[in-house]
């Protein structure tokens, strides 16, 4: 079974980096074909892709945040870090971590997510 | 803005059919068979219910169905259950970006 879960701060302030981390357990992530993402939705709108990793590394980031983001895994820990820099209380949102299988587009199994507001 | 039009709301009564539509381009929906649909309850995370067009996940009831024509791909529920009341985002790959595109979620009212 395939489960993900994401943790961090729940506040953070106007111009301070975002720290997010994933856990994740019932697949690896040296498995080939097999991604992490994040998915972000700020309250009452629609779903926003953030970044996505892949077993090989391979890295994939919304282009309007490029320059803003960061994502890494932990294959030992089970984890995938993604770091928002320059938070903005534009950026108030659930985030979610989610589960990619093989090579396909879609998002087969998330995490509950977690809120982070962004207010001084 | 959503690069894939969706209507902000969809209702019917229980038992009935429903038909929610996702309105895309060449670069998206039109050119590939890669639409997925993720049903969101209030307070909870996304779901997929379609992907591919018109394939379910192992547990989605088959009373969800998928299809696409040109650019505008749909999904429909028959047999409406107050379960069902919820957000529908539907998804697509894009040749524009390194990352899926989603559209802005349409509301099922159960009447």
């Known amino acids: 079974q395939i489960t993900l879960k994401e943790s961090g701060p729940t506040l953070v302030k106007p111009t301070q980096t975002l720290t997010l981390t994933c856990t994740f357990s019932?697949?690896?992530?040296?498995?080939?074909?097999?991604?992490v993402g994040w998915i972000r939705q700020p309250p009452g709108k629609a779903l926003e892709w953030l970044a996505l990793?892949?077993?090989?590394?391979?890295?994939r980031f919304s282009p309007s945040l490029k320059s803003r983001l960061t994502i890494t895994k932990d294959t030992s820990k089970n984890q995938v870090v993604l770091t928002m820099t320059n938070m903005d209380p534009v950026d108030t949102a659930t985030y979610y971590c989610a589960h990619r299988r093989g090579w396909y587009y879609y998002m087969d199994v998330w995490g509950k997510g977690t809120t982070v507001t962004v207010s001084s | 803005q959503s690069a894939l039009t969706q209507p902000a709301s969809v209702s019917g009564s229980l038992g009935q059919s429903i038909t929610i539509s996702c309105t895309g381009t060449s670069s998206d929906i039109g050119g590939y068979s890669y639409v997925s649909w993720y049903q969101q309850h209030p307070g909870k995370a996304p779901k997929l219910v379609i992907y591919?067009?018109?394939y379910r996940p192992s547990g989605v009831s088959d009373r969800f169905s998928g299809s696409k024509s040109g650019n505008t791909a749909s999904l429909t529920i028959s047999g409406l259950q107050a379960e069902d009341e919820a957000d529908y985002y539907c998804?697509?790959?894009?040749?524009?970006?390194?990352?899926?595109?989603f559209g802005a979620g349409t509301r099922v009212t159960v009447l």
């Open positions: 019932g697949f690896s992530l040296t498995t080939r074909g097999v991604g």
């Open positions: 990793i892949y077993w090989g590394d391979d890295e």
């Open positions: 591919d067009v018109n």
């Open positions: 998804s697509s790959y894009t040749s524009s970006s390194t990352l899926e595109v």
